[in-house]
T-cell receptor, first 109, second 117 residues
Framework: GQNIDQPTEMTATEGAIVQINCTYQTSGFNGLFWYQQHAGEAPTFLSYNVLDGLEEKGRFSSFLSRSKGYSYLLLKELQMKDSASYLC??????????FGKGTTLSVSS | GAVVSQHPSRVICKSGTSVKIECRSL??????MFWYRQFPKQSLMLMATSNEGSKATYEQGVEKDKFLINHASLTLSTLTVTSAHPEDSSFYIC?????????????FGNGTRLTVT
């Protein structure tokens, strides 16, 4: 079986920092991806973790703990354009990605 | 680089008709492509894995006779929704991964919004 959990919605203000958590239980694990998706558009790749620890890429960072089945995406210096859905996805068996239900982030001024 | 093109972006069809959606990898070859479906405010659900030169692999609950997949070349996969019904209305997105490494991210087409009336 497989289960990927994320909060459904989050709100934050411009300039703030927000952390989006993801927990997973999958029968296999070959890495975890974070994608951003604006309404009606295709997902765009943000980050990838396969080893424990923090990966930093500009305003976005992602953390992974394989022993805990846990990841988070950290967004700093929030901007209005960061309002979107953020999808946590697990590469379970080396091929397709299995997605969580996504977290809708609303950034207000 | 790593561009995936999907066409059409939007289609409206009548119940009972068939609709073909094309997915092309523009600057890389893809022996495998993935088809996802997304209902409003839901996440992406994997429908099937398209394999160049062989039969597609369908996820549990996805009817292979209804969702026909053809992967005739290393840059093109097509999804045909046969005898479409209103419940098939959804956002269909294809994706592919350049190279053979599973560590590289999937790149997505822009999706096809299907509305069946």
């Amino acid at each position: 079986g497989q289960n990927i959990d994320q909060p459904t919605e989050m709100t934050a203000t411009e300039g703030a920092i927000v952390q989006i958590n993801c927990t997973y239980q999958t029968s296999g694990f070959n890495g975890l991806f974070w994608y951003q998706q604006h309404a009606g558009e295709a997902p765009t790749f943000l980050s990838y973790n396969v080893l424990d620890g923090l990966e930093e890429k500009g305003r976005f960072s992602s953390f992974l703990s394989r022993s805990k089945g846990y990841s988070y995406l950290l967004l700093k210096e929030l901007q209005m354009k960061d309002s979107a859905s953020y999808l946590c996805a697990v590469n379970q068996a080396g091929t397709a990605l299995i997605f969580g239900k996504g977290t809708t982030l609303s950034v207000s001024s | 680089g790593a561009v995936v093109s999907q066409h059409p972006s939007r289609v409206i069809c009548k119940s009972g008709t068939s609709v073909k959606i094309e997915c092309r990898s523009l600057d890389f070859q893809a022996t495998t492509m993935f088809w996802y479906r997304q209902f409003p405010k839901q996440s992406l659900m994997l429908m099937a894995t398209s394999n160049e030169g062989s039969k597609a692999t369908y996820e549990q609950g996805v009817e292979k006779d209804k969702f026909l997949i053809n992967h005739a070349s290393l840059t093109l996969s097509t999804l045909t929704v046969t005898s479409a019904h209103p419940e098939d209305s959804s956002f269909y997105i294809c994706s592919a991964r350049p190279g053979e490494s599973y560590n590289s991210p999937l790149h997505f087409g822009n999706g096809t919004r299907l509305t069946v009336t």
